[in-house]
């Protein structure tokens, strides 16, 4: 017994036997982010469930002009055959206004708005012969779910009624009197529809004009368009795009408009914090290997264990916290938490100034982490940098180091 406590004194051991220490503890670390995982997957379910009930993304495609005709099938017998055609709008313009709130389902909630929406525009007629009877105004939306009340259909003039397919709702139209080839047939639609999260558009006419306005103060614009004009307030945003045929290789596959979410869940950003776990622990069990070496007060590795273990619990803490508040306020209480309890457990062990400097090791490293997360295009090489600095901070304590046993002062 008393060959391990000794051989356990010698600092090349130490130092294996920390290191293998801090790796296990990537077990935990794991566990964590296994945790994270799991409630990240109820959250996805329960903004499921809200979203089935009141409205999915929506997304919203025309509205066109869809009819048959007949063709020649063969010039000796004269006989035709029946085909479908369809004419996209030559100019089309929907004029948006979403109001936005959140609904919640237990600890989670998700971003719904209801939107009113004004879409006009004209078809231009072709030289196919339509079949009386055979021709429709058609607008596809993917959930017909989140329509509200009776839409109104105009067509050159006259309300239609309206009907629901699969994904669309169309009105049965007919042709005015002595239309021809060339003539603008003028259309207009009125409907209320809610949905969750996210609110797109597919540019089937010649040009496309959307003039979109919300009370949402966070939009993400998406999709293969960006809006031309923008203004995002505090009490919400408006947005334009024009986009012309020209600038589209295929109409039916292009899509733009914008997202109403958060853009980063709490979830996600505690995963992102468990990646910087190791590191902080690499980190106070370095310091702390220097502390016991230079004041010559040998800490145990049942106390670094008890250390990595306050370290791996922050990351618990934090995810308790964050589904109950913002992530910054849950983050400052699982650090403040975290850094107190190890600056109470230095205090017992070194008994000297240097656990305030271990204290405030680990306060800087939480703060440098939370600094970190708030970073997208910078944050690798900040990153660096500061493990650059750490080695050179610890490079220069361990100067003048000797590889002895350390003693426990009287």
């Given at each position: 017994?008393?060959k391990?406590k000794?051989?356990?004194?010698?600092?090349?051991?130490?130092?294996?036997?920390?290191?293998i220490?801090?790796?296990?503890l990537?077990?935990?670390?794991?566990?964590?982010?296994?945790?994270v995982?799991?409630?990240?997957?109820?959250?996805?379910k329960?903004v499921?469930?809200?979203t089935?009930?009141w409205?999915?993304?929506?997304?919203?495609?025309?509205?066109s002009l869809?009819?048959?005709?007949?063709?020649?099938?063969?010039?000796?017998?004269?006989?035709?055959?029946?085909?479908e055609?369809?004419l996209?709008?030559d100019?089309?313009?929907?004029?948006?206004?979403?109001?936005?709130?959140?609904?919640?389902?237990?600890?989670?909630?998700?971003?719904v708005?209801?939107?009113?929406?004004t879409?006009?525009g004209n078809?231009?007629?072709d030289?196919?012969e339509q079949?009386?009877?055979?021709?429709?105004?058609?607008?596809?939306?993917s959930d017909?779910?989140?329509?509200?009340?009776?839409?109104?259909?105009?067509?050159?003039?006259?309300?239609?009624?309206?009907k629901?397919?699969s994904?669309?709702?169309?009105?049965?139209?007919?042709?005015?009197?002595?239309?021809k080839e060339g003539?603008?047939?003028p259309?207009?639609?009125?409907?209320?529809?809610?949905?969750s999260?996210?609110?797109?558009?597919?540019?089937?006419?010649?040009?496309?004009?959307?003039?979109?306005t919300?009370?949402y103060?966070n939009?993400?614009?998406?999709?293969?368009?960006?809006p031309?004009?923008r203004?995002?307030?505090?009490?919400?945003f408006s947005?334009?795009w024009?986009?012309?045929?020209i600038?589209?290789s295929?109409?039916?596959?292009s899509?733009?408009g914008v997202?109403?979410?958060?853009?980063?869940?709490?979830?996600?950003?505690?995963e992102?914090?468990?990646?910087?776990?190791?590191l902080i622990i690499?980190?106070?069990?370095?310091?702390?290997?220097?502390?016991?070496?230079i004041?010559?007060?040998p800490?145990?590795?049942?106390?670094?264990?008890?250390i990595?273990?306050?370290?791996?619990?922050?990351?618990s803490l934090l995810?308790?916290f964050?589904?109950?508040?913002?992530f910054?306020?849950?983050?400052?209480?699982a650090?403040v938490?975290?850094?107190?309890?190890?600056?109470?457990y230095?205090?017992?062990l070194?008994?000297?100034?240097?656990?305030?400097?271990l204290?405030?090791?680990?306060a800087?490293a939480?703060?440098?982490?939370?600094?970190?997360?708030?970073?997208?295009t910078?944050?690798?090489?900040t990153?660096?940098?500061?493990?650059?600095?750490i080695l050179?901070?610890?490079?220069?304590l361990t100067?003048?180091?000797?590889?002895?046993?350390?003693?426990?002062e009287?």
């Open positions: 017994m008393d391990v000794h051989s356990l004194q010698n600092p090349v051991v130490k130092i294996c036997a920390i290191s220490m801090a790796l296990l990537l077990i935990p670390l794991a566990m964590v982010k296994g945790q995982a799991e409630r990240s997957s109820h959250r996805s329960s499921l469930d809200i089935k009930s409205g999915l993304p929506q997304k919203i495609s025309g509205p869809s009819y048959k005709y007949l063709v020649e099938k063969d010039d000796k017998d004269k006989t035709k055959a029946i085909l055609g369809c996209y709008p100019d089309l313009k929907y004029v948006v206004n979403t109001t936005s709130k959140e609904l919640h389902r237990s600890i989670y909630d998700v971003q708005y209801t939107a009113d929406l879409i006009t078809i231009i007629l030289d196919k079949i009386e009877g055979s021709t429709s105004l058609v607008l596809n939306l017909l779910k989140g329509i509200q009340g009776n839409p109104v259909f105009s067509f050159c003039g006259k309300e239609w009624k309206v629901s397919g994904k669309s709702i169309k009105a049965e139209v007919s042709l005015p009197k002595g239309a003539d603008k047939l259309f207009s639609l009125n409907l209320t529809i809610q949905g999260e996210s609110m797109y558009f597919t540019p089937l006419g010649s040009l496309n004009e959307v003039d979109f919300s009370d103060p939009p993400s614009f998406d999709g293969d368009f960006l031309i004009e203004e995002i307030r505090d009490d919400g947005a334009k024009l986009i012309s045929q600038a589209i295929s109409p039916s596959s899509d733009f997202k109403m979410i958060k853009p980063v869940t709490q979830y996600h950003q505690t992102r914090a468990t990646k910087y776990g190791i690499f980190l106070i069990f370095i310091a702390g290997f220097v502390v016991e070496m004041s010559k007060r800490i145990n590795l049942i106390q670094y264990l008890v990595g273990a306050s370290l791996v619990l922050f990351y995810l308790a964050s589904d109950f508040m913002s910054a306020v849950a983050y400052l209480i650090s938490m975290t850094t107190a309890a190890l600056g109470g230095f205090m017992g070194v008994k000297n100034k240097w656990a305030v400097l204290t405030a090791l680990v800087v939480y703060g440098v982490i939370y600094i970190l997360l708030q970073m997208e910078y944050a690798f090489l990153g660096t940098l500061l493990l650059f600095v050179c901070v610890i490079m220069f100067r003048n180091m000797q590889l002895e046993p350390a003693e426990r009287v």
